[in-house]
Every structure is written in structure tokens, then in C-alpha cells.
């Protein structure tokens, strides 16, 4: 079986706001839920220790999330974010604190990556892992990604996140001073255009997921490092898509030539929008997964342009992911379906943590 990266997950905020234990399964963490009365307000878990090593998924993209105030979301109370940058600032820098702790308590379930050599003894360590053999679980690799630049007061404070272990930054959740994004179309602004350049000195990886198109291609033209889109499917693919959310097919091209990688989401409402999310899961085949992948390579001529960025336990649970999906153990079928197209063993390699493990590696210091 196949080591996975999958580049998007919010565990810190699920941590914080449902008080999830990911030291737990995915099951167990369902059964809290409901004895707690988070299965009223939040999608049941599809995460958990076990989970991760069962699906061989050792490596994640943690992120930092937090919501501003200002927009009504569908997936997520706003009543509690954030209303102001400093208070933005102060709510950010709980998580990098909450990860440290975490990997520092639990070393046999979570350990952070910060540079070359930490990745480089994870893998190796990896190798002996097999996802039927519990005995042989590992602890998860969390990298982490700050989603939405909001809580960044400007370039200066760009060297402590980095410090902090931040080694991704996706510009933008909502718009928000430095670029358009989901809700707030438009281009980057003169702040986002100076915190790119900052970005670009010190070597994080940008992630244009949530941007905004017109932003898309100011930081196409002005980024020279490295840019993914962590969770992002193919608008083109997506049957009543509306909104500004996704990739049209010229934005996926250029991030192809970029060398970039896109993460596709197994989300029921990033992959048919002419179903309710409330739709029984059978509506949803695994295809539409295995299709979003399909289509990356084909634009690109190659499978070095695509991987897993789940979003799991990100709005949506066990019941707004495809038939076949109960949690993220079941990442391999969606390989097992690209294979059933005739990808080779290297190229599924590529797919399940290849391509964002270069592109990972480029950035990290030794
Ligand atoms: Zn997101």
C-alpha cells in the first residue's frame, strides 16, 4: 500500500471548538460526539489515529484555521469569529502552541516536521509500517499550514511563523486585506503584494485554495516559489458549481506549469452542487473522486500535479463523502479506482504523496 500526504486537515480547530482527542479512532470520536451533543452542530469525524495508520496517510498538512466574524458561511458559526487583525493575530498564534503540545505529550501519535532531516527519519520510519498490523503504527507527521493570512500583522511578523514551524500559507479563507477570496472577490491588495514578496524570501509554500481568480493570477505572476492548492477540486468536473471556490481549467494550467500540485477534496459539495449535501452518500460515487484526479493528469500530460487535500472534519463528515468513504482509512480506494484506469505503480506513488513531498521538501531548511 501507498504512503499518503494529504495536504489539508483541521485538526487544531476541531481540537479547540469540539474537543477532538485525534489520539482516538474516528469511531470513538463519534461516540464522544454524541455523548457530548457535538453531533448536533458538527458533521461526524472521519479522523483518528487509527484511521490515518490504517489508510497509510502519514504525513498531513495540519492546519491553522480560524473564521472571521463578517461572512455567513453554510459550514461554519461565524457568530464566534474573529472581529478584528489583532484579535485575528492573537487567535492564530493559539495553534502552532496547541500542535507543540500536542507532538511534545503525545510522541507515539504526533510528531511535527519542521525541516529535511525530520521528514527524511518520518519516511524512513514509515517504511515499516503496515496498515494491518497495529503493532507496527506510527506516529502522523503534521506540517503545518496556515489557512487564511488574516491573523499575519505584515511581513515583519512572517520570520516567528516560520520559527513557529509554519512552512504553508494559504492566502485567504474569506477576502480579506490582502487578497480576494471565498465571498470576497478581487485581486491581491498593495499589503498582499508586499507580504507575497516577504513570503517568497523566506521560502514558504503558498496555497492559492480559497483565493479568489483575479488574486489566482496576481500571484501566478508574482510568486517565484512554490504554490499548491491544498484543497481544491476542478470547477469544470463539478455539475451545478457556482461561487468562486474552485479551479477553472486556465488556473489549473498554470499551476501545472508552475509545477505545482493540487490537492482534490472527496467532499460531496466540492463535487456535484446539483445535490443537496443532505443527499444520501450513494448519490455520490467514488468515481467523481477518481475523476477529479483523472482530469488533473490529463490536463497536465502527466501525474506529477496532483494528490489528496481531504479537508476532513473541515465542515463536512462521514455523511457528505462518497459511497465507500466512512473515514480517512479508506483513502486507498480512490487509488485502487485510479489504478482500475491504468496508472502505474509509479504514478500512483506520485498521486498518493509523491508530488507534495517534493514539493514539500523544497522548502523545508535541512
Ligand atoms: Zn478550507
Known amino acids: 500500500m501507498y504512503l499518503i500526504l494529504d495536504a489539508h486537515e483541521d485538526l487544531s480547530i476541531n481540537m479547540m471548538e469540539y474537543h477532538r482527542d485525534y489520539r482516538l479512532s474516528s469511531r470513538e470520536i463519534q461516540a464522544i460526539d454524541a455523548k457530548n451533543g457535538v453531533d448536533k452542530v458538527w458533521p461526524p469525524s472521519l479522523l483518528g489515529w487509527e484511521d490515518w495508520n490504517r489508510g497509510r496517510v502519514g504525513v498531513v498538512f495540519s492546519t491553522m484555521f480560524e473564521a472571521p466574524s463578517r461572512h455567513d458561511d453554510q459550514h461554519i458559526d461565524t457568530n464566534k469569529g474573529y472581529k478584528s487583525i489583532q484579535q485575528a493575530n492573537a487567535r492564530y498564534w493559539r495553534h502552532p502552541a496547541l500542535y507543540k503540545r500536542l507532538a511534545e505529550e503525545n510522541p507515539e501519535n504526533f510528531r511535527l516536521i519542521q525541516t529535511q532531516s525530520e521528514l527524511k527519519s518520518h519516511l524512513q520510519e514509515w517504511e515499516s509500517q503496515i496498515p494491518d498490523q497495529p503493532e507496527t503504527f506510527k506516529p502522523i507527521g503534521l506540517i503545518?499550514?496556515?489557512?487564511?493570512?488574516e491573523g499575519i500583522l505584515g511581513p515583519d511578523e512572517l520570520p516567528l511563523w516560520w520559527q513557529a514551524g509554519v512552512r504553508v500559507i494559504g492566502l485567504a479563507w474569506a477576502g480579506n486585506q490582502y487578497c480576494g477570496g471565498t465571498h470576497m472577490p478581487g485581486p491581491l491588495t498593495k499589503a498582499g503584494r508586499d507580504l507575497v514578496k516577504a513570503m517568497a524570501e523566506i521560502g514558504f509554500v503558498l496555497?492559492?485554495?480559497?483565493?479568489?481568480?483575479?488574486?489566482?493570477?496576481?500571484?501566478?505572476?508574482?510568486?517565484?516559489?512554490?504554490?499548491?492548492?491544498?484543497?481544491?477540486n476542478a470547477s469544470s468536473l463539478v455539475k451545478g458549481y457556482q461561487g468562486n471556490r474552485l479551479l477553472s481549467d486556465a488556473v489549473i494550467q498554470a499551476l501545472i506549469e508552475r509545477n505545482g500540485v493540487i490537492g482534490i477534496v472527496p467532499g460531496n459539495c466540492f463535487l456535484d452542487m446539483t445535490r443537496s449535501e443532505t443527499s444520501d452518500k450513494s448519490e455520490f460515487p467514488l468515481s467523481l473522486v477518481v475523476d477529479q484526479f483523472d482530469h488533473i493528469c490529463q490536463l497536465a500530460g502527466d501525474a506529477d500535479h496532483v494528490g489528496f487535500g481531504t479537508d476532513?472534519?473541515?465542515?463536512?463528515?462521514?455523511?457528505?463523502?462518497?459511497?465507500?468513504?466512512?473515514?480517512?482509512a479508506d483513502l486507498p480506494k480512490v487509488l485502487t479506482g485510479?489504478?482500475?484506469?491504468?496508472?502505474?505503480?509509479?504514478?500512483?506513488?506520485?498521486?498518493?504523496?509523491?508530488?507534495?513531498?517534493?514539493?514539500?521538501?523544497?522548502?523545508?531548511?535541512?
Open 144 to 149: 503545518q499550514l496556515m489557512e487564511g493570512a
Open 207 to 232: 496555497d492559492i485554495a480559497h483565493l479568489d481568480e483575479e488574486s489566482d493570477w496576481d500571484v501566478l505572476d508574482l510568486y517565484n516559489g512554490p504554490i499548491i492548492a491544498s484543497h481544491a
Open 312 to 328: 476532513f472534519d473541515g465542515g463536512f463528515g462521514v455523511t457528505g463523502v462518497p459511497e465507500g468513504i466512512e473515514s480517512i
Open 338 to 366: 485510479l489504478a482500475e484506469h491504468g496508472y502505474s505503480d509509479a504514478a500512483l506513488q506520485q498521486m498518493a504523496s509523491g508530488n507534495f513531498l517534493r514539493v514539500i521538501e523544497s522548502v523545508l531548511p535541512a
